[in-house]
């Protein structure tokens, strides 16, 4: 005699059903933060047509990313300069050599293991700071695409990054040296900070200080589960 295998089968042989299967339901605070949140590409034609604030009149184009979605690690800088403007894409001027050649001392490259983006999404005229105001109207966009992205660790370069990210006035040299927490949808990011290249280029005698903050990146994240897509770390500070 054959034997009923499945539970439905089995269910039918005694003469009872239908059988109902009980749906996983359970939503997890990260799922949720995901399910709401914008996709990158979404995010990237949103913002490719951004008029929020007055950078849009003199951009060439937006600047939204650069390297693999969903790389455990995301670097965050400041504002694209003239290359990046010309280019439309982040950090490929002398700033961003130095700072391919930086991650790349790590193991992490833009075409394997890091996505990279920064606080402005366009240009400020002649390479200026950025403005309170447009850090204001343009870094919702930077939650969004972390929040998108899921990033295992964050390393901000340079004070913009990291006091849009980390809600701070402290200097660099104050904030480097331990590990921080990005909060993004009630969840927490460890974050490494570090100077900014482009400060490195014109002092470089601070490399050695940044050069401590990669190992401290490296050590933080492989101490992290590995896997591309498991959620941001829950929030328990
Ligand atoms: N500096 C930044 O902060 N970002 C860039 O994309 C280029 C230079």
């Known amino acids: 005699m054959n034997q009923p295998r499945s539970k439905a089968e089995l269910f039918g042989a005694m003469g009872l059903g239908p059988v109902w299967e009980l749906k996983n339901t359970t939503t997890t605070p990260a799922q ?9 590409s979404e995010l990237r034609q949103t913002v490719s047509v951004c008029r929020a604030c007055s950078l849009c009149e003199s951009r060439t184009q937006t600047v939204f990313s650069d390297g693999v ?5 995301m670097v965050v800088g400041e504002a694209p300069g003239a290359d990046e403007d010309a280019k439309g894409l982040p950090f490929v001027g002398r700033a961003g050599a130095l700072l391919d050649k930086m991650l790349h001392a790590v193991g992490v490259s833009r ?28 870094s919702p966009y930077l939650f969004q695409q972390i929040a998108a992205n ?47 290249p482009a400060y490195l280029l014109r002092k470089p005698v601070e490399k050695a200080k940044a050069w401590e903050d990669l190992l401290l990146l490296k050590t933080a994240y492989s101490g992290m589960p590995t896997g591309r897509s498991s959620p941001i770390r829950a929030s328990t500070s």
């Open 69 to 73: 979605e969903h790389a455990p690690l």
């Open 111 to 138: 075409q394997e293991n890091v996505y990279i983006a920064n606080v402005l999404k366009c240009r400020p005229p002649a390479n200026r700071n950025p403005e309170a105001a447009e850090i204001r109207q343009c």
């Open 150 to 196: 899921q990033p295992k660790i964050l390393l901000l370069v340079g004070r913009f990054a990291i006091q849009t990210l980390l809600n701070t006035d402290k200097p660099v040299g104050e904030l480097r040296g331990k590990l921080h927490h990005v909060t993004v949808d009630g969840f927490n990011i460890p974050a490494v900070v570090t100077y900014h």
């Open 32 to 40: 949720a933060a995901v399910n709401q949140a914008p996709s990158l």
